[in-house]
């Protein structure tokens, strides 16, 4: 079923290209960050997280970038796969408070 | 090790009624989150439970309530339901306060 909005934004890449998605954060004392895929019908799937003393954490072809300065958030996934077509959401939260704050999500679909 | 579960998964109820939601956590987790997601309001935190107590709740009103069991595991109840109570509602669970959350595939809840 219809997990997330109707009018998210929405990036388009080809098959095989890197993916860069961005999120603005609210909090300036939110000091613990997280991406999720959420795809249809489920619930949200936890990707990578990065805390607030750090600027980059990689995973397995992500990479979570943090600029405090002026508090952006961007998710990069190499080598986009048709797997990889899903709605992403950035959180973030103050830690102990595990309140997650959640955008609005961007939509990311995989060109053939 | 099983995923976050969450029962029933899909519900239908008219107004006025007041329906319960289950959440087991994942094996070992002592914290649970709930979400409530609209295509409107996007995720939305309703409350935080840690060792059967409320640490945190977000801005929903006294309808919507919720408990936790010396299992972990955890209920929410809505009374009086309206029809903007429509929507999908997520658990999450987590090691402690400072781990990273880990959603179930939610209960789907129409109101008519």
């Known amino acids: 079923g219809e997990s997330v909005g109707l009018h998210l934004p929405t990036l388009s890449v080809q098959e095989g290209d890197n993916s860069i998605i961005n999120c603005a954060y609210s909090n300036s004392a939110s000091d613990y960050f997280i991406w999720y895929k959420q795809e249809s019908g489920k619930g949200p799937q936890f990707i990578i997280d990065?805390?607030?003393?750090?600027d980059k954490r990689q995973g397995q072809r992500v990479t979570v970038l943090l600029n405090k300065t002026v508090k952006h958030l961007s998710l990069q996934i190499a080598a986009t796969q048709p797997g990889d077509s899903a709605v992403y959401f950035c959180?973030?939260?103050?830690?102990?408070?595990?309140?997650?704050?959640f955008g609005q999500g961007t939509r990311l679909t995989i060109n053939p | 090790k099983a995923g976050v579960t969450q029962t029933p998964r899909y519900l239908i109820k008219t107004r006025g009624q007041q329906v319960t939601l289950s959440c087991s956590p994942i094996s070992g987790h002592r914290s649970v989150s709930w979400y409530q997601q609209t295509p409107g309001q996007g995720l939305q935190f309703l409350f935080e439970y840690f060792s059967e107590t409320q640490r945190n709740k977000g801005n929903f009103p006294g309808r919507f309530s919720g408990r936790q069991f010396s299992n972990s595991r955890s209920e929410m109840n809505v009374s009086t339901l309206e029809l903007g109570d429509s929507a999908l509602y997520l658990c999450a669970s987590s090691w402690g306060l400072l781990n990273e959350q880990f959603f179930g595939p939610g209960t789907r809840l129409t109101v008519l």
């Open positions: 959180a973030e939260s103050v830690q102990g408070a595990q309140k997650l704050v």
């Open positions: 990065i805390r607030s003393n750090m």
